[in-house]
């Protein structure tokens, strides 16, 4: 049996038509696989969910998921709101991924940001760079 679909992208996704993801029963993370998951590696994949304004880190292939959330609050202004990392993968730098995908985000769409977040006010202070300070509101 053949499989044909065919692909159509968009700026961050990938659709796959005629394809039927499988579905499996969604179940915490055991501490093995949250230990096994390492966030300095290559594993770290952030994807940019324009429709739902989100950042996304799918962690360990599971339903577990980093995020951080921001609202557009004019038209060339967001406001990076929320990064949360499920417990048993906190502390293990998974946000500042996050952080420097929305920051990155902000900087090539020349846009404003407010942070109401506390840990991206954190990351800017702790990642000095010049093009984010022109772009967040004091």
Not at 61 to 88: F, I, M, N
């Amino acid at each position: 049996m053949k499989c044909f679909a065919s692909v159509r992208s968009s700026s961050s996704h990938v659709a796959i038509s005629g394809y039927q993801p499988r579905r499996v029963a969604a179940t915490p993370p055991t501490m093995a696989q949250a230990h096994a998951f390492d966030a300095s590696s290559s594993q770290i994949q952030v994807e940019h969910d324009k429709k739902r304004r989100q950042f996304v880190i799918r962690l360990n292939g599971s339903h577990d998921r980093a995020v951080l959330l921001y609202e557009y609050v004019g038209k060339k202004t967001v406001d990076l709101q929320h990064t949360e990392v499920p417990d048993a993968y906190r502390g293990r730098g998974i946000a500042k991924h996050l952080a420097k995908a929305a920051m990155d985000f902000v900087v090539e769409e020349d846009l404003k940001a407010h942070l109401t977040c506390w840990y991206i006010q954190k990351y800017v202070k702790e990642n000095p760079q010049p093009q984010y300070f022109e772009h967040i509101y004091q």
